[in-house]
């Protein structure tokens, strides 16, 4: 079509979605024009900022319209954090040079792949977020300011809008998935990390009242004393990484101490500096390198599966309960090998056709060892897996909704202007 003739698309060469796949989409057309049978969801907006989701390539797309300068910078963005490894949506390209048939300009484009299993903290429940919930979402939002904070990132509109959540062995990781208002620096002050963490709990604040006058959150939960939950469980995180620790010259298995416990928070400690006090009584041990991931690392290099932290907190241990039944003879590596093949490859091969979009497999495989626990101690017997993989099968899992098909969500922008009656979604630049 002449109207792609001009395109001016920027994308990565190690993207599974090129730029011969990006030109299948019809760029010109605005977006809240495009045809029906391209979109994976239809929101309708009526700004200059719009939001589509599209089937491409066998994935699936958020496309936004912004400002040429805006789509690049916040592409850059998302690249950089991608690279260092932080939660984030995958960046696919910025598409710039948009025309019409008849060469009427149109905006820039974001493009950037929906992640799987995602939920929009209005859809974790359909019908009413329960306090519990909302103080998971909560943590696991602090739990990703702080890794943000921790690489220099200034997110400028922290919010549970903001915010992508993949269930997590019985919790949430959280996800950042709109980056336009974000500042990658080398290190952050105190007052920019404190500035980010009130504009969470004024967001936060604002949010649970929305859904509170839509009867959408339990009535017990009050939204002010719940946002003010993220300042505490921030800072107690932040403390707890980064703080100074004291201790005597003999007492040096406190370093190790404090390194796993790090470990159990999901952090690795690439680097410490140990300094003596100035009477020389005392040294003071202050973590430098936290990267979070410790689990996942420690499971992926173990069988290969790239899992979310909690859940692979779980099944290290089903592994290491694997191996003291019926492996005690062969090393970590080896048991673990056998446990994929003969545990988790069996439990993702079993689940049926039409239940593959309920739950990641990692999820299911956590919630089948739930499963098992509970029908065990209900029978006063341990039950076997085969025997609990069927119960749930059958009575749980298809009763889950398809949140590999939720893919909708809307930023706090859009939500702003999300039209109550109509469902009509407009949003601003």
């Known amino acids: 079509m002449a109207a792609r003739s001009g395109l001016d698309i920027t994308t990565s060469v190690a993207s599974a979605i090129g730029t011969t796949e990006l030109l299948a989409l019809p760029w010109d057309l605005p977006l809240e024009d495009w045809p029906t049978e391209t979109l994976a969801a239809l929101p309708r907006g009526i700004s200059r900022h719009v939001v589509r989701f599209a089937h491409l390539a066998g994935a699936v797309v958020a496309v936004k319209e912004t400002t040429e300068a805006n789509a690049r910078r916040e592409y850059q963005l998302l690249r950089r954090l991608e690279r260092r490894g932080l939660p984030c949506v995958e960046p696919v390209a910025v598409v710039g040079g ?32 329960h306090r519990d919930t909302v103080t998971r979402l909560i943590d ?81 939960v009050d939204p002010v004393q719940t946002s003010e939950q993220i300042i505490r469980a921030y800072r107690g995180l932040w403390e707890e990484l980064t703080g100074d620790m004291s201790f005597r010259p003999e007492e040096r298995w406190r370093v190790e101490e404090r390194i796993r416990r790090l470990n159990a928070l999901g952090f690795d400690v690439e680097e410490y500096a140990i300094r003596a006090t100035a009477d020389g009584d005392e040294l003071v041990l202050q973590p430098k390198v936290v990267d979070p991931g410790h689990h996942q690392r420690r499971l992926l290099g173990l069988t290969g599966l790239d899992v ?9 241990r089903d592994i290491d309960q694997y191996r003291e039944d019926r492996h ?47 029908l065990s101690e209900r029978q006063s017997r341990s039950v076997p897996l085969t025997e609990a993989l069927d119960d749930y099968l059958r009575t749980v899992l298809p009763g889950r909704r398809d949140e590999d098909a939720v893919m909708l ?21």
């Open 98 to 129: 948009r025309t019409t048939a008849d060469g009427g300009p149109l905006p820039t484009v974001l493009v950037t792949r929906h992640l799987r299993f995602s939920l929009p903290y209005r859809a974790v429940f359909s019908r009413s977020l």
């Open 328 to 374: 005690p003879e062969l090393d970590e590596e080896e048991a673990a090998h056998l446990w994929v093949e003969e545990v988790f490859d069996y439990v993702a091969r079993s689940i049926p056709a039409g239940l593959t979009g309920k739950l990641e497999p990692a999820e299911v495989m956590h919630q089948l060892l739930e499963h098992r626990w509970y």
């Open 308 to 316: 979310q932290e909690n859940q692979a907190r779980r099944l290290l």
């Open 140 to 220: 696991a939002l602090a739990l990703l300011l702080v890794e943000l904070h921790l690489v220099g990132f200034y997110w400028g509109d922290v919010s549970l809008s903001n915010t992508l959540f993949r269930r997590d062995a019985g919790a949430f990781a959280a996800y950042l998935v709109d980056a336009e208002t974000g500042e990658l620096h080398p290190s952050l002050s105190t007052g920019q990390r404190e500035h980010d963490l009130e504009i969470a709990r004024v967001n936060i604040a604002g949010e649970l009242m929305d859904l509170l006058s839509g009867g959408m959150v339990d009535p017990d």
């Open 409 to 429: 969500h809307p930023t706090t922008t859009m939500l702003r202007a999300v039209d109550p009656e109509s469902g009509t979604t407009e949003t601003g630049s």
